[in-house]
């Protein structure tokens, strides 16, 4: 193990025996500034988790959360400098948290506020213009074999819980009480960003499955075909009403 790795391990695990070769400048005992030094590191990534992940936070309680943070952030140090980068597997740690069992959704809640995150500091994309968008859809014989291109700020969650519902009525101004949830109803959102907005559109399962077809790279045609299928009253022209309202098309490809 390298010495970067060893002193890594110590930063994170009190379990960690001192690394070899550590002084301190007065003399003081090391393993004691060496403490110091790790629990700070360890409050600091607990906070930038806290920021990033603020309902999940809220739904368990401050005490709750930061204990469960501190034990992710000892099994899964950053890989990153750029800390608004840090904790895109709390939600997949959270579905296996066993003390967080009793909250089912709490996994998908994280995942959304991670989503939100992304979407934020995602690049920035032209959308189609209306002239393009209108030659590519006029051109019937092609469209069914044709692949959307999407803003890199769009990403879908699916839920089989009421997660956008539950991250709402956190929401200031939203009008959605808590209680009013049914948190067994299975909900789907697309979450991009909007200018300098961060949009959370609760959606169909049937626009759902569209968009997981296009992010997936689907011919145009079977993505349709899975959206139907998905929820047989699904509405073509609603779905792509919306994802040109919300300019979230910046380009399409052409099979041969």
Known sequence: MTAQA????????????????????????????????????????????????????????????????QVFVRTHPPRTRVLARYGHELPGFV????PAARLPYLADVARLEWQRL??????????LDATSLSALMQDTT???????????????LRSPHAAVSIWAAHQDGSGIAL??????????????????????????PGM????????????????????????????LSQALAVLIRHELLIGAERSH
């Open 6 to 69: 060893t002193w890594a391990q110590a930063l994170l695990d009190p379990a960690q025996t001192v690394p070899n070769g550590l002084v301190t400048w007065n003399h003081s005992d090391p393993g004691r500034r060496l403490a110091v030094h790790r629990n700070n590191v360890v409050v600091s990534l607990v906070d930038a988790l806290a920021q990033t992940f603020p309902v999940t936070q809220q739904l368990v309680g401050e005490a709750f959360f930061r204990a469960m943070a």
């Open 142 to 156: 092609a469209l069914p074999a044709l692949r959307w291109q999407l803003t890199p700020s769009l990403h879908l």
């Open 208 to 235: 759902a499955t569209l968009v997981e077809g296009l992010l997936g790279n689907a011919p145009f045609g079977e993505a349709i075909e899975e959206a139907s299928l998905a929820e047989p009253a699904f509405d």
């Open 179 to 204: 209680e009013d949830v049914d948190l067994a109803q299975a909900e789907c959102a697309l979450v991009f960003r909007s200018e300098l907005d961060v949009m959370v559109l609760q959606t169909a």
């Open 95 to 98: 579905a296996q948290f066993p």
């Open 118 to 127: 992304q979407a934020l500091h995602a690049a920035d994309a032209r959308p």
